[in-house]
């Protein structure tokens, strides 16, 4: 594998984290507790190891500009932006909640849950929006 193949397993990885997440919420909104609870342990892994290739491809590739103008340029931004910001803040979001999970304090990790999953899944798809708007 090259670095330049990182990209492409970074946005693979936000997919298939957005699409765990998803399986995840269905599971629990059906009472499946235990099918949630291994969903989600799974989309915590695999979003732990997006992490370590997303950084691994910027500390040794730098950085991409995108290359479009006018509205898209734009809208590119705009979804650049607010997929930052909330990246940076979903990681102790996601950690508070498996947290509370593991802890079984069930009435908090829920209320930290339905705050928690609507960010992760914005952050996994735009993830894979801004990788399909750059290459």
Not at 8 to 30: E, M, P, T
Not at 39 to 64: E, P, Q
Not at 78 to 100: E, F, G
Not at 111 to 127: A, D, I, K, N
């Amino acid at each position: 594998m090259e670095v330049s193949d990182l990209p492409f397993v970074n946005a693979s990885l936000n997919a298939l984290s957005g699409s765990l997440l998803l399986a995840g919420y269905v599971c629990i909104r059906r009472g499946h507790k235990t099918a949630h609870a291994r969903l989600m342990i799974a989309a915590f892994f695999v979003s732990t190891i997006f992490l370590g290739c997303y950084l691994t491809y910027h500390y040794l590739a730098g950085h991409k500009s995108y290359e479009g103008e006018g509205l898209s340029r734009t809208i590119y931004f705009l979804i650049l932006i607010s997929h930052i910001i909330l990246a940076a803040l979903v990681v102790p979001m996601v950690l508070r909640t498996v947290y509370l999970a593991w802890k079984q304090r069930w009435e908090v990790h829920r209320w930290w849950g339905r705050l928690t999953f609507p960010v992760w899944m914005y952050v996994s798809v735009t993830g894979v929006i801004v990788y399909n708007m750059l290459y």
